[in-house]
Structure formats: C-alpha cells, structure tokens
C-alpha cells in the first residue's frame, strides 16, 4: 500500500513539475514581464535596474527553480490588474468555485447513479425512455445556453431564483461560505444545476452502460441461481461492481467541474477562480493565469491520487499483494 | 414408487424475435428420481442450457416457458409468483455453472458470499451460517478452509473456485442440483476431482443431479439416464447403458460413435455430416431428416415425439410400432 502510494506521488511531482515548466514559460515569455510592471515613462535604465532587481537576467534554469520554489511556498507574484499578491485573490476566491463545484458534483453524483441504475434496471420503463432522451439533451446543449435558459425560467419569469452572485456570504475566518445564509443557498441552485447537468449526464449514461454490462455478467447470474433477493442481487452484487469504474471516472470529473466552472461562473457571475481567470485573460494578467494553470493541475493531481487509493480500496484484486493462486 | 424430484412435462420454452418466434425447448418431457444422475448431451445451441435455466426459473425475458409444467416433488413451480420461486431457488434447486472464474463476485470474499447465501435460505446466526461455510469448503476438499474462507475468489485456482462455486450451489442442501457444463472450463486435470466432489457430496445428501456436458465420458461414469438433445427436442432418453452401448436414435448412434475413443471436438462432430438447423428454420417433419441417413417418406412429413421402446423413449419414426408392423 505504502509502496503504491509513494509511486503514485513521485508520478504526482512529476506532472507538476512540468506543468509548472509550462506555466513559467508563460509567466516569463508571454508579454514582457517589466513593460507590465512600470509605467509608459520609465526610462529604459529604470527598466534595466527592475530586470536586474527581479532577476529577469539571471540563468533561466536558475529562474525556474526560483519560481517552482516561489510557488511551494504559495508566491505567484503581483496581479498586474489587482495590484495584489495573485495567492491572496485565489485563496479568497476559491471558497466559492470549491463550494459550487462540490454543491453541482453530488447532484450529479445523486441524480446520476440514481437515474443510471433506475435505467438500466427498468429498461422498457417509459420514465427510462424519457430520461435517455433527456441526457441527449444534457450532453448536447452547451453549459452557457442551459444556465441562460435557467436564468431566463427560474430568475426572470418565475422570479424564484437570483440570477446572478453569490447571495449573503458568511465569513468563517479561513473560509467564507454561502451556505450558511438563505440568499447564499438560493444563489448556488442555478449555478449547481447548471454546472452538474453535463457530469449528471456523462454518470447517469456510465452507470447506466455499466450496470448493464454487470447485469449480464455469470456472477450475477449465480447470484439470481442462489436465490438471493432482487435487492441483494441488484445492489449488493451488480450497483457494487458497477460502481468501481464509475468512482474512477466521477472522481476524474470532478477536477474537471473546477475546471468547467469558468463558464458557469462567468454566466452567472459567480464569484470565483474561474471568474478571476477568464477577467484576468481579458487584460493578459499573466500572473494570475500561471498560478490558475498550476491551480488546476494541482487539483487534478490531487483528485487523481485519491481516486487510485480509493479504487484500491474498493478492488480486492489490486489490494490483495499478488494472488496466492494456491490449490 | 415415489414421486420424482424433478418431472418437466410437455416443457415449450419460446422467444419471440423480429424473424418470428423461435422455440429453443420444444415439449421436452422427462424426470429425475430422488439420488439420481440424469446427463443431458447434445450439440452447441441443442437448447440444454436453456432447459436447466427453465426449470430454475431464470429465462431470460422476453423467453418465456409458453407452455408445459414444471413439478418439484410433484409440486408446480413453472407458475409460481418470482417471490415464492426465488425461494425455491438455491434453496431446493442449486445450480452450477460453466466457468468458475466468473461465477463469483470478484468483490466479495468466499466467507461474504457464502454466508450471504446460507442467511437467505435458513435461519442461522452469522456465527452458525460461518460455521456452516467452513464444514462446507471441506466438503467440497478445500484445504486449509477456515483460513481461506476469508480470501477473495481471484486468490483461488480455477479449479478451487469451481470447488466454492459447487459448495454454494449445495449450501442450503437443495434436492436437485442442475449442474450446466461444470467442467468445460477447467484443466484435464482436475475435471475428474470436480466431478466427483460433485457426485459424492449429491449422494451423501441425497440430491438428484442433472449434468449437462459436452463429456460423454463423464456420463458413461457418472450418469444414470441420459438425454439426448436435438434442436430444442428429446431424441432419446434413457439408461445410460442402453443409450450409450446401443443408442437407438440415429443422431445418439452418430454422438456416441466417438466412444471411448478420445477424439477431439471437432472430429466428433465430423461423424455427424451437416449441422443442425437454426431454430428459426427447423425442417417438416424430423427435425434430424437433412442429416440421418436412414430418413424416409415420412420423417419429411410428420414429427415424430419420444415414444417408449426397449427401455427408453426415441424421437424416431424407425422405432414407431406402427411402422414396425407394416
Ligand atoms: N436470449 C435469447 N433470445 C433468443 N434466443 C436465445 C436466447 N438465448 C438462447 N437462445 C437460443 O436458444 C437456443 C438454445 O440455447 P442453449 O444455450 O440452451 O444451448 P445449449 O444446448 O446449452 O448449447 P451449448 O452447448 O453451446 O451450451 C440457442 O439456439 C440460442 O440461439
Ligand atoms: S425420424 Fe427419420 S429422419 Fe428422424 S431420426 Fe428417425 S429415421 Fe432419421
Ligand atoms: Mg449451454
């Protein structure tokens, strides 16, 4: 187990490190880093003595590691835009984008593996009918057309629903949630339903296909042969193992809801990273869009080692070191 | 005499497909007595496999037994509501199935499923229904049981597992146990071990056996009776050493033409020219006509049903009394 987890962080540091090549090739490269700095009138020896004083002209790879160094300790320099320190804004925009993608991700896990088994168990059911093709719908439409249609139903005419923020924050110290207030709860239903349709689709198809597929399996068929309940059978023996390649891809989905909220947040002005990223690219607040880049990654990596663990644990024929195979 | 476990009467199991219904049994009768081993051959898609799933109640929708009855000790269970028939199954019906790698659930332990099963059939603690599991692994010749009882299937032989897969099926001490090709998929090897933990452990408790193989070896040893099938039909039924030393339907004379000799499949099959036909298109009259060299005018008119002769039933117009006689 030990071994198997310290394999899976050096592969972690790994891809880290070359996101974090590529997001210093950003951050040096992409617009000149000085001209940013300084003002129109800085003379060109001003100029030079920053270069020298950010230590633009030393070695690259020197610089490199002085940024990977910067970043582990959570230094992304100064948004150009903001004139504040770029982790400062993440961390203080990450409670919203944390809090929407988990509120959409057990939607979408909810209503996806609840859907996904009701529609493989039933397949003739009419409701299963309508559901398929209500999924065609979720995956075919684009995230922003569905948050406007929402907007448009749930905001303007009917008026149950903000159309728009984050509603009343409340601030925990370390954390700032919207959770804990009325107007907070009403504000992240759009935005949850909205971001969680297109991953509600994608698990209810999967659950769906997979549950079929173990449906049919021998082990299934030995159960029903032994008498064992529909329920035993269906959610004990069958949901069990459809579930093990569907905790793979769902935990994999959820870094991309982090990811996708861009658009969500942008839609319904959300107060979060994503928001930050797509005002940020719109002035070449290049700062800000490295530290978003590793941000992602980070999150990916992270979701990734957890999902292996966790599809360890689940999956005895990874956990038990190497079959006895005995007689 | 007493009732027989197991008596299928006028057994018709269709589907109904886009090219029309298609009859994978076709008014198959028979029955097996109390202690007694009936084995049932026939070539691939003769329709064994979907009588064994028919008797235990698992056809798969939209098949359907459409008509013929099902007793068990003289009680009907083909009509019984699925709450009432899921209790017969396992607990008076176990069933074995071909490939021990699959039929258990790779994310549970032996222990897990055993139990589980034993829990649903009879009244027993966990401890007991443990306990029970333990006697049973050693039944079936797992060493070592209480330790490995608590391992997963995939830490199992091939052959082991097929060992659970038959203390399982036995767990609840069902009275008939339909085992469908339980060695097909296993080594040389250990096909004769499996065979007779099989055939020891049914005689100790009394369980009459339907064996569907491919093997005739098996049956010669093991087998009481045995069924010949032919697309979805009984062609012959009858005492193995009859049926075997001096089978009287022309397609057994063709199946049994290989015994004992030890060829294989594919030679065996080359005694029988042609194939069988596609359920969908069986021909007038004897469905075994296009392939038997003895067929005459009238195996391309009527078919013939399993009439008794010479201690067994036969599928076949040469054995007819009234064709005797003329
Ligand atoms: N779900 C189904 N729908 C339609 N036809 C089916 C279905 N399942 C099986 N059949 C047909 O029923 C027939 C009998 O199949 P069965 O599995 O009983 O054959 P078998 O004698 O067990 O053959 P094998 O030796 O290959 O196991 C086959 O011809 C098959 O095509
Ligand atoms: S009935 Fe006729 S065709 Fe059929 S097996 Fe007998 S002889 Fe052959
Ligand atoms: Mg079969």
């Known amino acids: 187990?030990?071994?198997?987890?310290?394999?899976?962080?050096?592969?972690?540091?790994?891809?880290?490190?070359?996101?974090?090549?590529?997001?210093?090739?950003?951050?040096?490269?992409?617009?000149?880093?000085?001209?940013?700095?300084?003002?129109?009138?800085?003379?060109?020896?001003?100029?030079?003595?920053?270069?020298?004083?950010?230590?633009?002209?030393?070695?690259?790879?020197?610089?490199?590691?002085?940024?990977?160094?910067?970043?582990?300790?959570?230094?992304?320099?100064?948004?150009?835009?903001?004139?504040?320190?770029?982790?400062?804004?993440?961390?203080?925009?990450?409670?919203?984008?944390?809090?929407?993608?988990?509120?959409?991700?057990?939607?979408?896990?909810?209503?996806?593996?609840?859907?996904?088994?009701?529609?493989?168990?039933?397949?003739?059911?009419?409701?299963?009918?309508?559901?398929m093709a209500f999924s065609l719908v979720g995956v075919s439409l684009p995230t922003f057309l569905i948050g406007i249609a929402l907007i448009y139903i749930f905001a303007v005419e009917l008026q149950w629903l903000p159309s728009f923020g984050r509603g009343d924050v409340v601030d925990l110290g370390w954390w700032n949630t919207g959770l804990l207030s009325e107007s907070g709860l009403r504000s992240i239903i759009l935005p949850a339903i909205t971001l969680s349709l297109f991953q509600m689709t994608l698990i209810m198809r999967l659950v769906r296909a997979e549950m079929l597929e173990v449906l049919r399996a021998d082990y299934i068929k030995f159960a029903r042969a032994r008498g064992l309940t529909d329920r035993a059978v269906n959610f004990g023996h069958a949901l069990k193992n459809t579930l093990v390649p569907v905790i793979t891809i769902t935990g994999l989905q959820l870094g991309s809801v982090i990811a996708f909220a861009i658009i969500t947040e942008t839609v319904f002005q959300w107060p979060g990273v994503g928001s930050l990223f797509i005002n940020s690219v719109a002035v070449v607040d290049v700062p800000v869009m490295a530290a978003y880049l590793m941000f992602i990654a980070l999150v990916f990596v992270v979701i990734n080692l957890i999902v292996d663990i966790l599809y360890y644990l689940v999956d005895p024929r990874l956990r038990v070191g190497g079959a006895r195979g005995g007689h | 005499m007493s009732t027989p476990v197991l008596s299928v009467e006028g057994m018709t199991v269709q589907f109904p497909t886009r090219r029309g219904i298609l009859t994978a049994v076709d008014d198959v009768s028979f029955s097996i007595k109390a202690g007694e081993v009936l084995g049932v051959v026939g070539e691939s898609g003769a329709g064994k496999s979907m009588t064994g799933s028919a008797i235990i109640g698992l056809i798969e929708p939209p098949g359907r037994i459409s008509s013929g009855q099902v007793f068990l000790h003289g009680e009907r269970i083909d009509t019984l509501p699925a709450e009432k028939m899921r209790r017969v199954r396992g607990r008076k019906i176990g069933m074995i199935f071909q490939d021990p790698l699959t039929s258990l659930n790779p994310l549970y332990t032996v222990a897990e499923q055993l139990v589980e099963t034993i829990r649903t059939h009879l009244p027993l603690s966990a401890a007991d229904a443990r306990k029970r599991a333990i006697g049973l692994l050693d039944d079936v010749g797992i060493p070592d049981?209480?330790?490995?009882?608590?391992?997963?299937?995939?830490?199992?032989?091939?052959?082991?597992?097929?060992?659970?897969?038959?203390?399982?099926?036995?767990?609840?001490?069902?009275?008939?146990?339909?085992?469908?090709?339980?060695?097909?998929?296993?080594?040389?090897?250990?096909?004769?071990?499996?065979?007779?933990?099989?055939?020891?452990?049914?005689?100790?408790?009394?369980?009459?056996?339907?064996?569907?193989?491919?093997?005739?070896?098996?049956?010669?040893?093991?087998?009481?009776?045995?069924?010949?099938?032919?697309?979805?039909?009984?062609?012959?039924?009858?005492?193995?050493?009859?049926?075997?030393?001096?089978?009287?339907?022309?397609?057994?004379?063709?199946?049994?033409?290989?015994?004992?000799?030890?060829?294989?499949?594919?030679?065996?099959?080359?005694?029988?020219?042609?194939?069988?036909?596609?359920?969908?298109?069986?021909?007038?009259?004897?469905?075994?006509?296009?392939?038997?060299?003895?067929?005459?005018?009238?195996?391309?008119?009527?078919?013939?049903?399993?009439?008794?002769?010479?201690?067994?039933?036969?599928?076949?117009?040469?054995?007819?009394?009234?064709?005797?006689?003329?």
Not at chain 1, 46 to 69: A, C, H, K, M, Y
Not at chain 2, 193 to 206: F, H, R, S, T
Request: charged share 20%; net charge negative.
């Open chain 1, 1 to 131: 187990m030990l071994a198997f987890i310290l394999k899976r962080l050096a592969q972690s540091v790994l891809v880290m490190l070359v996101v974090a090549l590529i997001s210093f090739t950003m951050f040096r490269y992409v617009g000149d880093p000085v001209a940013s700095l300084v003002s129109q009138e800085a003379s060109i020896a001003d100029q030079e003595q920053l270069r020298e004083r950010l230590g633009l002209n030393d070695p690259i790879v020197e610089q490199f590691f002085r940024f990977v160094g910067n970043a582990l300790q959570g230094q992304f320099g100064i948004s150009y835009r903001l004139q504040q320190p770029v982790s400062e804004l993440i961390l203080s925009r990450l409670p919203a984008t944390i809090e929407l993608a988990f509120a959409s991700a057990t939607i979408a896990l909810t209503l996806g593996i609840i859907l996904g088994v009701f529609t493989a168990l039933k397949p003739q059911s009419p409701v299963s009918g309508g559901v």
């Open chain 2, 145 to 326: 049981a209480s330790r490995r009882i608590d391992d997963y299937p995939h830490q199992f032989s091939g052959g082991m597992r097929q060992r659970v897969v038959i203390a399982l099926a036995l767990c609840a001490d069902p009275d008939l146990v339909i085992a469908d090709e339980p060695t097909t998929a296993l080594d040389v090897s250990v096909q004769a071990q499996i065979i007779d933990v099989m055939k020891k452990l049914c005689a100790e408790k009394g369980a009459a056996i339907m064996l569907i193989t491919h093997d005739m070896g098996v049956i010669a040893e093991i087998a009481d009776r045995v069924a010949v099938m032919y697309a979805g039909r009984l062609a012959e039924i009858g005492p193995v050493r009859k049926v075997i030393s001096d089978a009287a339907h022309p397609y057994t004379k063709g199946l049994m033409g290989s015994i004992p000799s030890l060829l294989s499949d594919a030679e065996r099959l080359t005694q029988i020219p042609g194939s069988m036909p596609r359920l969908t298109a069986i021909p007038q009259g004897c469905p075994f006509n296009p392939r038997c060299s003895y067929a005459f005018d009238r195996c391309y008119i009527e078919r013939p049903d399993p009439l008794p002769h010479d201690e067994r039933r036969v599928a076949c117009w040469l054995y007819d009394k009234e064709e005797a006689l003329s």
